[in-house]
């Protein structure tokens, strides 16, 4: 057991990021424990004991063992943060970012899971069709969202901007953003790469990400 905060993960995994970017806009201390999953690293057993899941990220912080991006960013904000801009207790408004988390997890990473772990696991290059247009269904459903508003649930920066952004600036690997189509989420990830928990936690392992599955990947015609 350690009384500090431990995140254990991999930098080019986007809810790895998302946490790291969560950790940073609280301005919390934190140690990060990479591991390498492509070694098998999270399959071990000192890992399975902590998260029988084996899926990373996985935040330890005085003895609690959180996995899961969505759940460890709520917890921190919950825990840590000294005002509920990031993850607002009103009702409503926390309906709504916890709406985009879901989306987050059940659609667009799932949307970017599908085509990576093919490749990752089984060496498998080629994108069908339709998981191309998975990606950009989950890019429409972004546009629509965003709206008018320079962030997903409006005015207000939150951790669903976290997450979502990581995993939205991730989809590159596999399909570049068409700005024509969808100009709100470009100029979202433009706005968001600006700050300075994104240009540090996020563009790093998104650039290894990139460059590791967008060269081998080829999209079905």
């Not at 399959?43 to 899926?55: A, G, V």
């Not at 904000?77 to 207790?89: F, H, N, Q």
């Not at 085509?115 to 060496?123: G, H, K």
Request: glycine share 4%.
């Amino acid at each position: 057991m350690t009384d500090k905060i431990v995140l254990y993960g991999m930098d080019i995994s986007p809810p790895v990021r998302a946490c790291k970017i969560t950790l940073r806009a609280l301005n919390l201390d934190y140690e990060y424990r990479e591991l390498d999953l492509l070694a098998g690293d999270h399959c071990k057993d000192e890992f399975l004991k902590k998260n029988p899941q084996h899926t990373v990220p996985l935040l330890e912080d005085n003895g609690a063992l959180i996995w899961d991006s969505h759940a460890i960013a709520c917890y921190l904000v919950d825990k840590y943060a000294k005002s509920d801009e990031l993850y607002p207790r009103d009702l409503v408004l926390r309906a709504q970012v916890d709406q985009r988390l879901y989306f987050d997890a059940s659609i667009l990473f799932m949307s970017l899971r599908n085509v990576s772990i093919p490749y990752f696991i089984r060496q498998v290059s080629l994108v069908p069709k339709e998981k191309v247009d998975n990606i950009k269904d989950a890019y429409g459903h972004l546009e629509n969202f965003l709206g008018d508003n320079p962030y997903l649930t409006g005015s207000q920066l939150t951790i669903a901007d976290f997450c979502c952004g990581a995993t939205a600036s991730s989809l590159a690997a596999v399909l570049d953003l068409d700005e024509e189509r969808y100009p709100k989420v470009a100029a979202w990830l433009q706005r968001l790469s600006k700050l300075p928990q994104f240009e540090e936690d996020n563009l790093r392992g998104l650039n290894k990400y990139i460059d590791l599955l967008k060269p081998v990947l080829k999209l079905e015609q």
